[in-house]
């Protein structure tokens, strides 16, 4: 049998995002800096307006809290809050909600985090997006945040409306038990001695567990079997270190798992991979590499684009007693 040709496979974009990375936090900070003096002042940002409470009551269908707070150097403050909000803090009602003391007895880190929220937001306008464990009736909560500007008028009985730009929260509830049942699928598959790797239908990587970067590629790039060198695993590589009948037979295997989509059938094959011959017992007896892999039209959880999941698996020991 001809082995598939040995040239480097297309692998999409040649710098992509290196997914062997964790993401990053979710986060945007506007830092409120003046434009470059050779570029185009960007337009200033727009800011909406509401009448507290007239113009928010709407908010109290929606399911994520969203609560008004000031920040200022006079101290912190609640503004208003929709139904979920209030009942989020511990709250009996909005008025409890409203009149609770965020200011008084505050710790050194919670006075900086709410001096930071008004310069970023209530001063440059700007809009910050972050996960943050806070306390609300002392019962330890993750939310998932948005903090961006709005101009209120806010209604005050027996006096003036008072005009003001505060900060408009809007805070989702994490389902920790949701995020704990995924830690523990991840650990299980980090753990696997099988080989899983989940690519976009271009071929590039999206995501691959320990068991896959021990065997594709080592720790300073140069690749554990000298397959890949100096730049992220493809799906191409799965297929160019199969030995073929033939490389349009290669070829042809490749293009078929391109060419899944969410619904189709997968498809499964052994092939012997091209790698020198590993020991499988204590008899020291060498043998061929054999791998079983499969093929499986899938989704990428992420993006909700179509993606191919990879499962690898060595089957030398299995082949040797054939």
């Not at 208003?80 to 209030?86: T, V």
């Not at 008004?118 to 948005?146: C, W």
């Not at 590629?217 to 000298?226: F, H, M, T, W």
């Not at 590499?289 to 993606?307: C, F, L, M």
Request: aromatic residues 8%; charged residues 25%.
């Amino acid at each position: 049998p001809r082995p598939l040709s040995p040239s480097a496979p297309s692998c999409g974009p040649s710098t992509p995002r290196n997914p062997m990375m964790p993401a990053a936090r979710v986060e945007e900070r506007s830092n409120g800096a003046e434009p470059h003096a050779d570029t185009e002042a960007p337009e200033a940002p727009q800011i909406p307006r509401y009448n507290v409470p007239e113009d928010l009551r709407i908010l109290n269908e929606l399911e994520p809290a969203v609560w008004f707070a000031s920040y200022g150097p006079e101290g912190s403050r609640f503004i208003w809050a929709n139904n979920n909000a209030w009942k989020v803090w511990g709250k009996k009602s909005l008025e409890d909600f409203v009149n609770t003391d965020i200011t008084t007895g505050r710790s050194e880190a919670v006075v900086k985090a709410h001096q930071e929220l008004y310069s970023k937001i209530q001063v440059n306008k700007g809009v910050i997006k972050e996960r943050r464990t806070m306390y609300p009736g002392g019962k330890a909560t993750t939310f998932d945040l948005v903090f961006s500007p709005v101009e209120v008028s806010i209604l005050q009985a027996q006096e003036p409306r008072k005009e003001e730009l505060v900060v408009c929260v809007y805070a989702r509830v994490v389902d920790m038990e949701g995020e704990n049942e995924a830690n523990r699928s991840h650990e299980m598959l980090r753990h696997s001695p099988t080989i899983a790797m989940l690519f976009k239908t271009s071929g590039e990587l999206l995501g691959a567990n320990v068991s896959a970067r021990d065997y594709y590629v080592d720790q300073d790039g140069k690749g554990l079997q000298g397959f890949v060198h100096n730049r992220p695993i493809c799906l191409d590589d799965v297929f160019s270190t199969c030995i073929w009948e033939s490389d349009a037979e290669g070829a042809a295997s490749l293009e078929k798992a391109k060419a899944l989509r969410p619904g189709d059938s997968s498809f499964s094959f052994e092939c012997r991979k091209k790698v020198q011959s590993r020991k499988i017992d204590s008899t020291e007896a060498l043998v061929p590499v054999w791998h079983v892999i499969q093929v499986i039209a899938t989704r990428d959880p992420s993006s909700g684009q179509a993606a191919i999941l990879i499962n690898e698996q060595d089957i030398s020991q299995l082949a040797h007693l054939k």
